[in-house]
Nanobody, 125 residues
């Protein structure tokens, strides 16, 4: 069973930055796709970024060039660097892990992902 624990959220002013972390025993993409999602109340959980086993990343258009997903394989931590934050980035951010190995990862619907963390709140105001 994979348990994911996010941290690093908080309150930040527009234009500011945050780094989110996701730690677990099997969080890096070498054992399956890993991704960051976000959700605001009343809306569906949306994919933000995903990283493939080769380290390549894909981003939602809304965060491209502002957010960066990365992983520390030695520490088994997944990161999401958030820069140039906007009020519309306010959401609960979740890390997710796939249950099977895929050589190439895409931002799929939230229902396709099996393992989730409890989330960390990011508020831009």
């Amino acid at each position: 069973h994979v348990q994911l624990v996010e941290s690093g959220g908080g309150l930040v002013q527009p234009g500011g930055s945050l780094r989110l972390s996701c730690a677990a025993s099997q969080v890096t993409a070498s054992t399956g796709c890993v991704a960051w999602f976000r959700q605001v109340p009343g809306k569906e959980r949306e994919g933000v970024a995903v990283v493939s086993p080769d380290g390549s990343a894909r981003y939602a258009d809304s965060v491209k060039d502002r957010f960066t997903i990365s992983q520390d394989n030695a520490k088994k931590i997944l990161y999401l660097q958030l820069t140039s934050l906007k009020p519309e980035d306010t959401a609960m951010y979740y890390c997710a892990k796939d249950h099977i190995f895929r050589p190439t990862c895409h931002i799929r619907a939230a229902s396709d992902w099996r393992y989730w963390g409890q989330g960390t709140q990011v508020t831009v105001s």
